[in-house]
């Protein structure tokens, strides 16, 4: 007679999702959220689409895309963070430059705001000038948490206690996800005449 011993059961598929599932509830409820916000632009904009128009006609397309550019190339960098961290080497510079990326991103968006307030434009504008406003610095909250995310890997990287892969996993997972939602802001809000 012989006994077979069992394998323990094998982790569920939320367990296996890169970053781990915390990060993932993180990401719907962030996505869930800016979609009721894209949800009631739309509705305002379409109560008022004259003023809407003459609105977003005011901003520089040009450092929306420049700023899309940037984040994608920062999103790129921390796939890159990823891989050297799984690599065992190089991941502080990736990092570094993910990090940098959003600092020339909030460079950028500043330099826009000074522009838009510098024009006597606030949230209480209209209905166009708070949701972009409003969207955008959410938005430029969460770049900022990712500057912090990035940063902190950075330091660690290379050192004798690195983060774990779990941890720059879903470092590059909230990266990817502020990266996604200003590729949907940027048109929603610089280009898409509704």
């Known amino acids: 007679m012989t006994t077979s011993v069992s394998e323990p059961p094998g982790p569920t598929w939320w367990q296996r999702l890169p970053g781990g599932s915390v990060i993932w509830i993180v990401v719907l409820a962030e996505l869930l959220t800016f979609f009721l916000f894209f949800a009631a632009y739309a509705a305002s904009y379409r109560s008022d689409p004259g003023v809407y128009a003459a609105s977003q006609a005011s901003l520089s397309r040009l450092s929306g895309a420049i700023n899309t550019a940037v984040l994608l190339t920062g999103s790129w960098m921390a796939a890159r963070g990823t891989l050297a961290h799984d690599q065992g080497s190089g991941a502080r510079g990736w990092w570094l430059g993910a990090a940098l990326t959003g600092v020339l991103f909030m460079g950028i968006k500043i330099s826009e705001y000074a522009h838009v307030f510098g024009a006597g434009i606030t949230l209480s ?28 890997l950075a330091l660690r990287a290379g050192s004798s206690e690195p983060s774990s892969l779990e941890t720059v996993e879903a470092t590059a997972t909230y ?4 990266d996604l939602i200003w590729i949907l802001l940027f048109p929603l809000l610089y280009l898409v005449r509704m």
């Open 125 to 152: 504008t209209n209905g166009f000038w708070f949701f972009y406003l409003f969207l955008t610095m959410m938005h430029l909250a969460h770049v900022l948490a990712g500057i912090g995310f990035a940063g902190a």
């Open 175 to 178: 990266w990817h996800l502020v």
